[in-house]
């Protein structure tokens, strides 16, 4: 929340999510959503839960959260239901969350593949995870992150990503894309 | 060639279902269908009823397409309870099975005699034609008209076997196209008719009526129609009332009316209402004024002809206007026998799927979808009935009628009962209903079917080729599907669950065979799974635009491992009962489906993919019992995101019974 209200033409104006999808869709940059604290590399055998523990924790201290347990759990509730894994090896856990106003988001590479405990023939090797305000005018915007970053991590980019070794390099391939 | 394994989320198979791709047609082409037939008889009806009844013809002919008003209005009504309608279905459901077999026995004697007595006459109008122009061609060669008349027949029923075959939609075309020359032909005859009436002035049918003991049947002995004056009238009446023939077909043709369906099915109904009247009336009436009672005789068989060269006008000008009556009269009668392979063809359709009809004879074309063993059925005892004639229009024409009185007579003895056992309201009812003690009672539905009853028993005594031949046949037709229900009895005991409809299904192996189908500017993408949560699908047909939309309707199989990659896709039960739904949605709202099933591993992949193969700007969804409308949504962003090649923008909506989401991605 803090970090998010730092960018102010980024935060999520009640206006935004009323509007069309492309007007919404054109002023959202994924890599604006991003930082060095926020693009992780985890450490080799951990597991799906763990990697998701790990950037959970780091969202919440990027935005000044300190009860980061309770985005952790509903992003693991979340995780309990449809799965959030495609098949281009991007997994996308995500929670709509009570008491923030703009999108929080974070990034873990995983150099080696981990599975997908609900569906073991998809490995995961980027995951994006992101909390979003639970207010029905976010929604559409929700949405749109879910789409426009499935869309945007596409394999040649999660092959690029996986190379990296630092945060910065990864978002400046994410903003270079983006562009 | 199949794909190889893959673990990504793939379609592995796609099957569209041919016969499921409804097109609708206007009241325009449905109206001409009909008129085909009805219409047809004005070529043929003065001679025969003028030889029955005498010179008194031409008014009972124009008397019995005023009543063709009523009959309308009874199809109209019993058509907007059932698209399926027809007198078979209006009569199984309020009166039974027996008597709605024997309804529909008698009335596929009268659809066998159409195509039999329209060919054969259009044969005898051209071999009169043939007969007139060849001595003034100085060609010393005539032929026989019975015998070219049977051949010719076989010929045009050949014809329209074949176009059956290859579906509805391109013959009901040459239905227009017919129509609007008949349009041509109707003005130049009351052009010129009018001129010869200046000329030579215009004497009135008179009103009186010549029997033969022929005409009064088993009534000749009595002279009963000298005892009673009315008997007299209803007498000449019945034997007028071949006119009517035809008026079944807008009720099998209503099912593929376009929307909106009654507005619709109300226009074609006064539109073969004012056709009929303006042509078969009037012609009757100026054939019988003009032609001089000298040389009347001479084209008993092709009277129109001779209405042609009975005007005013130089002898080369007449003979042009006779083959322009010719060409047309032997375009529109062929176009009845084309009406009643269609009209057959429909009601056999009903039949089997009530599993009366033995289920092999519902077997689908491969390359055209058409019920092609029914369309042979027919245009077999079609080519019977002309071989057995052998070109006799008089013996045709006598026994024709017997299975128009009697579809009528027992339809409107259907709609009148079902007024009483089903009271729920109607969306057109038959006009003259007299409200007391809280129930609408159809008076005007009781008097048309007494008036028909009373035309049909009159018709029973007097017209004994028709009571004979038509008995036999509706006996050996009642016969034969009681034995073949009683042979289909699983079959039945399926269709008592609901009936399932044939479908053809093409396969291809990847989902750019849909693209083929669409040609419209938009196109909508409905997901359906359940056949009891439909309900979105019909908020969508509602408001769809046929004309500017293309709508797939679209179901995933969802198979995991090896079975999906070499799957031959037949549909099962759930997948039969799920299509044959959407297909009677269609057809109630008249607006065109294309129907998709894919076989894949992961749902939300299949209807994406589909989605972006078929180009869809909106993707529609019904609420599910297993997911909330949140995660559905959110899992349909991510693999559309995940598979979008370009950055067209999507509306995906989620439509439930009280519930609409709507999001532009």
Same mark, same amino acid.
Request: aromatic share 10%; with cysteine; charged share 20%.
């Given at each position: ?179 | 060639?199949?794909? *190889? ?7 592995? *198979? ?11 047609? %206007?009241?325009?082409? +449905? ?16 001679? #025969? ?150 000329? =030579? ?19 000749? %002995? ?65 054939? *019988? ?6 040389? !009347? ?116 003895? +259907? ?19 007299? !409200? ?6 159809? #008076? ?44 289909? !009895? ?36 409905v ?7 439909l309900y979105h699908l019909n908020k969508i047909l509602e408001t ?36 044959? =739904? ?33 180009? +869809?700007?909106?993707?529609v969804?019904g ?27 999507? =509306?995906?909506r989620?439509i439930g019974?009280?519930?609409e ?5």
């Amino acid at each position: 929340m803090g970090w998010f209200q730092k960018k102010p033409s980024r935060s999520l104006a009640p206006d935004a999510a009323k509007t069309s999808s492309s007007r919404a869709s054109k002023g959202l940059k994924i890599s604006s959503l991003l930082c060095d604290e926020t693009v992780l590399f985890p450490a080799e055998g951990q597991d799906k839960a763990a990697v998701i523990e790990a950037l959970a924790r780091a969202v919440c201290r990027r935005a000044a959260i300190a009860d980061w347990t309770v985005f952790l759990n509903k992003v693991l509730e979340r995780e309990q239901g449809i799965s959030t894994t495609l098949d281009t090896g991007l997994s996308l856990p995500h929670a709509r969350m009570d008491g923030i106003d703009g999108i929080l988001a974070g990034v873990a590479v995983l150099k080696t593949p981990i599975p997908d405990p609900k569906q073991s023939d998809l490995s995961i090797r980027v995951m994006f995870l992101f909390f979003s305000p639970n207010k029905q005018e976010a929604f559409s915007l929700h949405l749109q992150l879910l789409r426009g970053v499935s869309s945007l991590f596409q394999p040649a980019l999660i092959d690029q990503i996986t190379a990296a070794s630092t945060p910065s390099v990864v978002l400046e391939l994410v903003r270079k894309l983006e562009a | 060639m199949k794909p *190889e394994p893959c673990p990504g989320r793939r379609v592995t *198979e796609v099957v569209v279902l041919n016969t499921a791709m409804l097109t609708f047609i %206007s009241f325009w082409h +449905a109206g001409a269908i009909v008129l085909c037939d009805m219409a047809s008889t004005a070529w043929y009806i003065g001679g #025969i009823v003028e030889t029955a009844i005498g010179p008194a013809a031409p008014w009972f002919i124009v008397g019995v397409m005023f009543f063709a008003a009523p009959v309308l209005a009874l199809y109209v009504e019993g058509s907007s309870m059932f698209v399926r309608g027809g007198v078979y279905k209006v009569v199984r459901e309020s009166m039974g099975g027996t008597l709605a077999k024997v309804s529909v026995s008698a009335l596929m004697f009268d659809y066998v005699l159409t195509g039999a007595i329209s060919s054969v006459s259009a044969g005898q109008y051209l071999a009169g034609l043939v007969n007139s122009a060849f001595p003034r061609l100085s060609i010393h060669w005539s032929v026989d008209p019975k015998l070219f008349s049977v051949a010719f027949a076989l010929a045009v029923v050949a014809y329209f076997w074949r176009q059956n075959i290859r579906g509805i939609e391109e013959s009901s075309d040459k239905a227009v196209k017919i129509m609007s020359l008949v349009g041509v032909m109707a003005v130049v005859t009351f052009a010129w008719s009018a001129y010869t009436i200046a000329v =030579r002035g215009f004497h009135w049918p008179s009103f009186e009526t010549r029997f033969t003991p022929e005409s009064l049947g088993w009534l000749a %002995s009595g002279q009963w129609h000298k005892r009673i004056g009315l008997l007299g009238l209803v007498i000449a009446y019945g034997h007028a009332f071949l006119g009517m023939s035809g008026v079944e077909t807008l009720a099998q043709v209503y099912r593929e009316m376009e929307a909106p369906k009654l507005v619709n099915l109300k226009r074609a109904a006064l539109l073969i209402f004012f056709s009929a009247l303006v042509l078969t009336g009037s012609v009757s009436l100026l054939a *019988e004024g003009l032609i001089p009672d000298a040389i !009347r005789g001479r084209y008993t068989d092709n009277l129109l002809s001779g209405l042609a060269m009975s005007m005013a006008g130089p002898h080369w000008a007449l003979l042009l206007l006779q083959a322009f009556v010719v060409l047309v009269g032997v375009l529109i009668l062929s176009g009845a026998v084309n009406t009643s392979i269609m009209g057959s063809n429909g009601v056999m359709n009903r039949l089997a799927e009530d599993g009366i009809m033995p289920e092999s004879l519902r077997h689908l074309h491969p390359r055209f979808g058409t019920t092609h063993r029914m369309i042979n059925t027919v245009v077999v005892l079609q080519a019977l009935t002309i071989v057995l004639c052998r070109g006799d229009i008089y013996l045709l024409g006598e026994a024709y009628a017997f299975g128009v009185i009697w579809s009528f007579v027992f339809k409107s003895a +259907a709609v009148l009962v079902l007024r009483f056992k089903d009271r729920s309201p109607r969306l057109w009812r038959f006009p003259l209903n007299l !409200r007391a003690g809280g129930f609408d009672w159809p #008076i005007g539905l009781a008097l048309l079917f007494l008036t028909l009853l009373a035309i049909g028993l009159v018709n029973f005594t007097t017209k004994k080729v028709a009571t004979v031949s038509g008995l036999s046949f509706t006996a050996f037709f009642f016969v034969l599907f009681t034995i073949s229900e009683r042979i289909n !009895r699983r079959v039945a005991a399926r269709a008592s669950a609901g009936h399932q409809e044939k479908f053809n299904l093409r396969q291809a192996d990847d989902l750019s065979v849909i693209r083929a189908e669409i040609d419209k500017p938009n196109r909508l993408l409905v997901a359906v799974r359940d056949p009891n949560n439909l309900y979105h699908l019909n908020k969508i047909l509602e408001t769809l635009d046929s004309e500017t939309t293309d709508l797939v309707v679209f179901t995933s199989r969802i198979r995991t491992g090896l079975g999906l990659i070499d799957e031959t896709v037949v549909m099962d039960h759930d997948e039969q009962k799920l299509f044959t =739904r959407i297909l009677e949605l269609a057809e109630k709202s008249g607006k065109s489906v294309t129907p998709m099933l894919v076989v894949s591993n992961e749902p939300f992949y299949a209807i994406t993919q589909a989605a972006q193969a078929v180009g +869809a700007s909106e993707v529609v969804f019904g609420v599910s019992a297993k997911l909330s409308t949140d995660v559905q949504l959110e899992r349909l962003a991510m693999t559309w995101g995940s598979l979008q090649q370009d950055k067209k923008q999507v =509306r995906f909506r989620i439509i439930g019974p009280g519930v609409e989401h709507v999001v532009d991605l």
